[in-house]
């Protein structure tokens, strides 16, 4: 399969836990997060987990969590801009359901 999403950087301790599906192009894939535990939703927002540009402008996102399979989705409202790097941002601030936040921030740098 080709990759259409050049991932460029990892937290160290998550390049394993990275994967792209991509089955076809596009400027507005979105990324899906899975979390083994089942999550705080009022955690799951925009300033919680966004998407920036290279130099930090923050993209506009749409953000939905399902419950049922422990998954976040996050759509960007814009297409990603071509030849371009992007990092997607997770915060400690995302929490479980028994408000137990992740033990680090994840960052995951990709070039359209």
Known sequence: M???????????????KV????????GKFIWQIKFNTALDPTTVNNIN???????MAPLSTNISYDAASN?????????YAKNESYILHVTT??????GKPLKQPIKI????
Do not use: A, M
């Open 93 to 98: 601030n995302v929490k479980s359901r028994g």
């Open 49 to 55: 987990l966004y998407v920036t540009s290279i130099n």
């Open 109 to 112: 740098q990709f070039h359209i």
């Open 2 to 16: 080709t990759n259409y999403l050049e991932i460029e950087s990892v937290t160290d301790g998550f390049q394993e």
């Open 19 to 26: 994967h792209q599906n991509l089955k076809f192009k596009t």
């Open 71 to 79: 998954i976040i989705e996050i759509e960007p409202l814009d297409s």
